[in-house]
């Protein structure tokens, strides 16, 4: 079995040249002042239509680096998400990455996170940073300034965000946002068993989740299409809460996970054209360290997932 690539920086910021889709610095940054929003889900859909729904997650995690017989270390970290690079190539429009895998790392795993982000771009595809933040007042500009956009710290395309201190409160960061041409993925449903009795409590008429749907939808329609949305539930509650976002980009998880059909994935998907990323971290890392056997691991998904959700 062939190792993964040892890797300095350049490993893992060097990629295809931009196929179509975001080129870094692209927009402009969230500390140059006031700017026009721009096309957020556009750019999405025009990646998520030419090359597939599928969303590789970079989870550099004592279990995975262990599993690939790397340390667990920065070095590590990096060699791994160099081999999911190599191996996705131009491919994949989406990555998930895993924010605290690289940040219980300090300082150098800050740095890694954002050469990685620098990876991804030079890949032409997009970063969302799975960090699910979220806080009252000025924190959510800090929030911003340390996520969204080229000019922040880690330059994220988007990154998931908790609604359950009232979605009032991702107001400022869904400013930001805007503002930067990037999104804010509110979790509105999502897929672990403890999930069930909060989302699920009925808020008048309507579960939280449904309402949260709604509280998507309806700030996009007042203000620009910077929320997007998590959505981890099975088929039927998954493409009923996706009907009530119809402007927003949805991250439906589940994809490779055990007790989730991929075909009931595939046909939520199939119902947001465009809109829908497919995420899967389990069913890719399971294939490493060998780039390989990673590769073949993708192209296996992206086929899967295109039988539904064609691209181009
Ligand atoms: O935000 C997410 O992506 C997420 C939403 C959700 O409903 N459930 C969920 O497990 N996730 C993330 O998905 C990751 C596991 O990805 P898979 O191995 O692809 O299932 C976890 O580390 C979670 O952070």
């Not at 859909?45 to 597939?52: E, G």
């Not at 009252?136 to 340390?146: C, H, N, V």
């Not at 055990?258 to 119902?271: C, K, N, S, Y």
Request: proline share 5%; with cysteine.
């Amino acid at each position: 079995m062939a190792e993964a690539r040892p890797g300095g920086p350049e490993s893992v910021a060097d990629g295809a040249a931009p196929a179509g889709g975001r080129s870094t610095g692209r927009r402009g940054g969230v500390c140059n002042g006031p700017m026009a929003a721009v096309s957020t889900v556009s750019a999405w859909t025009d990646l998520l239509l030419t090359r597939s729904a599928l969303c590789l997650g970079l989870a550099p995690s004592p279990k995975w680096l262990g599993a690939w017989g790397l340390p667990d270390d920065v070095g590590g970290a990096r060699r791994m998400c160099g081999a999911v690079l190599e191996a996705a190539g131009d491919r994949v429009s989406v990555y998930r990455i895993q924010v605290p895998f690289f940040a219980r790392f300090g300082g150098a795993g800050t740095a890694l996170l954002r050469d990685v982000v620098d990876g991804v771009h030079g890949r032409g595809s997009l970063a969302v940073l799975d960090a699910k933040v979220c806080d009252a007042d000025d924190t959510m500009d800090s929030y911003a300034d340390l996520y969204l956009g080229p000019d922040s710290v880690l330059g994220g395309d988007a990154v998931t965000a908790t609604p359950f201190m009232g979605f009032a409160a991702l107001d400022p960061l869904l400013r930001r946002a805007r503002e930067s041409g990037t999104l804010v993925m509110v979790l509105v449903r999502t897929s672990n068993h403890a999930a069930g009795g909060v989302q699920g409590a009925r808020a008048g008429t309507r579960t939280v989740a449904q309402r949260t749907a709604d509280e998507v939808q309806e700030w996009n329609e007042r203000h620009g299409t910077a929320a997007a949305a998590v959505v981890g539930a099975d088929r039927a509650e998954a493409a009923e809460l996706v009907s009530r976002m119809p402007s927003a980009v949805v991250e439906l998880p589940g994809l490779g996970r055990a007790g989730r059909e991929t075909g009931d994935l595939v046909a939520v998907a199939a119902g947001a054209p465009g809109r829908a990323v497919l995420p899967v971290t389990t069913g890719v890392l399971r294939h490493g360290p060998d780039v390989a056997a990673l590769r073949a691991g993708i192209a296996s998904w992206r086929a899967e997932i295109g039988a539904g959700v064609p691209a181009c």
